[in-house]
């Protein structure tokens, strides 16, 4: 599972590879037999499973999958599938999560206190110069905690509370490094039969906090949408943040998806439910680092 293929100088989630890492990872993908996802598609009905077998993953959609991945992909031959988060494509603006990012530990200088009144009153005193103590949040601190608020918002009034963020901090700018693919980009990579596109909900919402008609309305949309572009059906899907709960199996069901993928460390296997495949996150490690964690995982 990857995110991002981009030199970043933070990275709270460990979301990003280097592209001088991801080629020398790909180098030592080589020894193994990198399948395209319609291969586990087989196993899941024929439990049949051959050795040393991996399927490359991006959740997402950023920009830097189509300027950095897709040629090192193309010159090492190997496919990989990209679950995108629709919304993304039109709006063009940064995740949440990298706004806060920005906002929490790239801003200069942050006020030395943090009051809003939505969408539930917070009042929390900020780390700044001169400014600490025991009730004081740390910049870290402070992009954990609303991170961990945000996530169980709706997109609507997420998209709110982080303008909010932006307007309080006076950072506003979205980098556009970290904006996604557009239309054109997608359809490109659509159009190389090494690749194909998968779903990742509208907004990227954790998916087990909301309702039946929620979920649906997200997932239904995001596969509309990406069907409608490529003229492919979409039939593979990847839970944003991992969130899923038994709706989600039923609402996948009833869409005729063959495929799903949490966030969960784990190996696909003959026993692994069809909606609940686990992934294997990978670090900004080079090649040796990285034959040493694929070689523990394989085990």
């Known amino acids: 599972m990857y995110h991002r293929i981009a030199d970043v100088e933070v990275d709270p989630w460990d979301l990003a590879v280097s592209p001088k890492n991801f080629e020398e990872q790909l180098r030592i993908l080589r020894g193994f037999n990198v399948v395209p996802l319609c291969y586990l598609e087989s196993v899941a009905t024929q439990?049949?499973?051959a050795d040393n077998i991996i399927a490359?993953?991006?959740d997402d959609g950023y920009i830097d999958?189509?300027?950095?991945?897709?040629?090192?992909?193309e010159i090492f031959d190997m496919p990989a599938t990209?679950?995108?988060?629709?919304?993304?494509?039109?709006?063009?603006?940064e995740f949440w999560w990298d706004a806060l990012e920005r906002i929490c530990l790239r801003t200069h200088t942050l006020p030395n206190s943090l009051t809003l009144s939505r969408p539930e009153p917070i009042s929390w005193k900020i780390e700044s110069q001169g400014?600490?103590?025991?009730d004081v949040l740390s910049r870290s601190d402070l992009y954990f905690k609303?991170?961990?608020m945000v996530?169980?918002?709706?997109?609507e009034i997420r998209d709110i509370f982080v303008e909010d963020l932006k307007t309080w901090s006076s950072n506003k700018t979205d980098r556009a490094d970290y904006l996604t693919m557009k239309r054109q980009e997608l359809l490109n990579l659509n159009s190389n039969p090494l690749f194909n596109l998968g779903a990742h909900t509208v907004t990227h919402p954790f998916l087990a906090n909301h309702s039946y008609d929620y979920q649906k309305k997200e997932i239904t949309e995001s596969i509309n949408f990406l069907e409608q572009l490529t003229k492919n059906p979409i039939k593979h899907f990847a839970y944003p943040h991992g969130g899923h709960n038994k709706t989600t199996l039923e609402i996948l069901t009833q869409l005729g998806l063959k495929l799903a993928f949490t966030t969960n460390q784990g190996h696909f296997d003959r026993d692994s439910h069809p909606f609940t495949i686990p992934r294997l996150q990978v670090k900004n490690w080079?090649?040796?680092?990285?034959?040493?964690e694929l070689r523990k995982w394989m085990n």
Do not use: V, W
């Open 151 to 155: 996530l169980k918002m709706p997109s």
């Open 47 to 49: 439990r049949h499973l």
């Open 56 to 58: 490359i993953t991006f």
């Open 286 to 292: 080079d090649g040796c680092q990285f034959e040493s």
């Open 82 to 93: 990209f679950f995108i988060t629709t919304e993304s494509i039109e709006k063009q603006q």
């Open 131 to 134: 400014h600490t103590g025991i």
């Open 146 to 148: 609303l991170c961990e």
């Open 65 to 73: 999958n189509y300027n950095h991945a897709k040629p090192l992909l």
